[in-house]
């Protein structure tokens, strides 16, 4: 960790590193009012002011990315089940 020289002093077995990517997080950043790395689960959590300053919770970018991926899975569950109404249907 060289290339870290505000590192220097510190044991490189208790340092850890979380890599971003490039703009990832933009606009959390710019809307959180404060933010940090929780270091049990090595993930971003941001404030913001909506939530009163109460509690730290998962990045806009992360939430928006589960609710896409949730909308997905409902969206295939809705399409099983007209499949099979419709051969229901066509069975009477």
């Given amino acids: 960790m060289s290339f870290y020289p505000q590192l220097k002093g510190y044991d490189l077995e208790q340092v850890d590193v979380l890599k971003l990517g490039f703009y990832?997080?933009?606009?959390d950043f710019y809307h959180a009012t404060r933010y940090m790395v929780n270091p049990d689960t090595k993930t971003?959590?941001?404030t913001?002011?909506?939530?009163?300053g109460s509690e730290s919770e998962k990045s806009l970018t992360d939430q928006v990315t589960e609710l896409k991926r949730a909308?997905?899975?409902?969206?295939e569950a809705i399409a099983g089940l007209i499949q099979f109404v419709m051969s229901q249907s066509d069975v009477k």
């Fill in 24 to 27: 990832k997080y933009k606009e």
């Fill in 48 to 52: 913001y002011q909506s939530n009163n």
């Fill in 71 to 75: 909308d997905l899975d409902h969206k």
């Fill in 44 to 46: 971003m959590e941001f």
